[in-house]
């Protein structure tokens, strides 16, 4: 029988270490971190008007926000014709309340974009999630949640 000397031992204790380390984690990342914000209601998210000229002023609007959570927290939001490549409208900090809770309606503006050459006017979705930052290991692992998608109907300038 070979006999165990002590950077054996060392290696098993690394090795535990280092499986512990990353059992925990995957625990962490997958049951123990819930929702920050939750968009209820996914009619309460709406664009008004419901179509828009490109170049022009329109906002989306949430009327069923609730915290769950305060994390700082980023807004990404894209807008994907039905023929045509995605358009990333932006990432914005949010405001996060000083309490959880239900919060009052909000809106934001935003401008229409460009169609350009490789899209056509008609129907779109607009779509996107909040990215939030709760912990230390969240910059590397953020929690999203997904925003309900929207209708839209993205229009040509004449």
Not at 7 to 27: K, S
Not at 74 to 87: A, D, E, F, M
Not at 109 to 120: C, D, S, Y
Request: hydrophobic share 40%.
């Amino acid at each position: 029988m070979a006999k165990i000397r002590w950077y054996h031992w060392v290696m098993i204790g690394v090795g535990t270490l280092a499986t512990f380390v990353a059992v925990t984690i995957l625990i962490w990342g997958t049951l123990l971190r819930g929702e920050v914000v939750s968009y209820g209601d996914p009619l309460k998210t709406y664009l008004k008007p419901t179509q828009g000229i490109e170049g022009t002023d329109i906002q989306i609007c949430f009327d069923d926000v609730v915290w769950k959570r305060l994390c700082p927290s980023k807004l990404v939001t894209y807008l994907t014709p039905v023929r045509g490549s995605r358009l990333d409208l932006g990432t914005y900090e949010i405001n996060v309340p000083a309490t959880t809770g239900r919060i009052p309606p909000k809106c934001r503006w935003w401008k229409v974009p460009m169609l350009g050459e490789n899209r056509e006017a008609g129907a779109a979705v607009m779509a996107g999630h909040v990215q939030s930052e709760c912990g230390l290991l969240d910059r590397w692992y953020p929690i999203y949640t997904q925003l309900p998608p929207t209708a839209f109907n993205w229009l040509r300038a004449r």
